[in-house]
């Protein structure tokens, strides 16, 4: 084998590679929680008195195309995701997860990708259990 098929066969994978993620970066929101919140009975946002299962630098991704969210705690596993903003110009990215339980009761969270100029994004997720608000970024 001459040196040039070497190289080729050693770098085709690194390229093949750096393409598959550059594809997935365009197609999801991978997400790193900075910090949770809930709604105290004075209407402020406080430090949740008990753990929500989420908790600081846990990450999550969001498919942009469904809405759908995979994570360990934050997910819409047996829920209906609804992208309402696809994030195009000066607009953020905004999806609700809804699921219904029976006719009385309805779980609804909202998550907003905020747009930004930097890799970083701020992302805020108004959520379902125990009323709690996670924030932080997405990339």
Do not use: H, W
């Not at 999550?60 to 110009?89: A, C, P, Q, T, W």
């Not at 930004?116 to 709690?132: E, Q, V, W």
């Amino acid at each position: 084998m001459n040196r040039l098929n070497k190289k080729s066969i050693f770098l085709f994978p690194l390229f093949l590679f750096a393409s598959m993620q550059s594809f997935a970066d365009q197609n999801t929101y991978t997400c790193v929680v900075k910090d949770v919140k809930r709604v105290s009975d004075e209407g402020l946002l406080v430090k949740p008195a008990v753990s929500v299962g989420a908790s600081i630098g846990m990450n999550f991704i969001i498919k942009k195309k469904s809405g759908e969210v995979v994570g360990e705690y934050i997910n819409s596993d047996g829920m209906i995701s609804e992208v309402l903003d696809k994030g195009r110009g000066s607009n953020n990215y905004k999806v609700v997860i809804k699921k219904d339980y029976d006719r009385s009761f309805r779980e609804i969270s909202y998550i907003e990708v905020i747009d930004s100029y930097s890799r970083k994004t701020p992302f805020a997720f108004i959520g379902f259990r125990f009323s709690s608000t996670f924030s932080g970024t997405c990339y």
